[in-house]
């Protein structure tokens, strides 16, 4: 039990989810003169790749640009959940009735 040596089991533990597939594109972008100036100067502030700046950015703006293309909410779309305070209400009456006098 004792000089005997131990086993050893060996034990694969696949702690990565598999949720997600990575995937390998490569795309070419055509960039005018003005929006590669700006990416050299974003490159040479990060100090970053310009590919990664650039997934960066379209990852950040993209977004926005398909809000653009999205219609916008009706007008009291979030009212409900946003009704009214009632002793800011209150508060506002009675501070409309105080008569105010410019300092001087």
């Known amino acids: 039990m004792y000089g005997a040596p131990a086993e050893k089991k060996n034990f694969l533990f696949d ?9 390998q594109m490569r795309r070419t972008v055509d960039l005018d003169s ?3 100036t700006e990416l050299s100067d ?3 502030l990060t100090k970053e790749k310009p590919a990664v700046v650039i997934r960066q950015a379209l ?15 009706p007008a009291g779309y979030f009212t ?8 800011r209400v209150a508060l506002e009456s ?11």
């Open 34 to 36: 003005e929006l590669e």
């Open 42 to 44: 974003v490159v040479s």
């Open 59 to 73: 990852r950040a703006g993209l977004p926005t640009v398909a809000s653009r293309f999205q219609s916008p909410r």
């Open 94 to 104: 009675a501070m409309a009735r105080v008569k105010q006098k410019p300092e001087r």
């Open 80 to 87: 409900d959940d946003y009704g009214a305070d009632k002793e």
């Open 15 to 23: 702690i990565a989810p598999k949720r997600c597939k990575l995937v």
